[in-house]
């Protein structure tokens, strides 16, 4: 059995999901997301850049971040980097989880691109 971490609780009004709670392995988050490329009439394909921290204390594999589309109707969001992190959609929602080379060190940072897919003229994600 592992020690028993108290949880670490951040309040950070810039980060996209707001506040984080885990015990041990890490406090991870998407600290921002960028459009890197926006897509046309003919090619509907938003590029975004992610950048997801560690802010725990410890490196953490077992993370998960959810990002959402407010506007627009996307139809699929993917990366392009399967070994660092996995993207899918369901709705709304855009849940990133790592792959197998996705452990994020104490206090550092990955940055991902995802492809979102969209069906409307435009789509946002935050």
């Not at 600290?31 to 590029?47: D, H, I, M, P, R």
Request: charged content about 15%.
């Amino acid at each position: 059995m592992e020690k028993y971490v108290r949880p670490v609780v951040l309040a950070n009004e810039e980060l996209a999901e707001g506040v984080y709670a885990a015990s041990g392995t890490g406090v991870v988050s998407a600290a921002s997301v960028t459009l890197e490329t926006e897509g046309n009439q003919y090619y509907k394909v938003n590029t975004y850049k992610v950048a997801i921290v560690n802010s725990g204390s410890e490196p953490s594999s077992d993370w998960t971040v959810v990002l959402s589309v407010t506007s627009g109707t996307a139809t699929e969001a993917k990366t392009y980097d399967t070994w660092t992190a996995n993207a899918s959609l369901s709705g709304s929602t855009i849940t990133i989880e790592p792959g197998s080379g996705g452990t994020i060190p104490a206090g550092d940072k990955i940055e991902l691109i995802i492809a979102v897919s969209y069906s409307s003229d435009s789509v946002t994600v935050q």
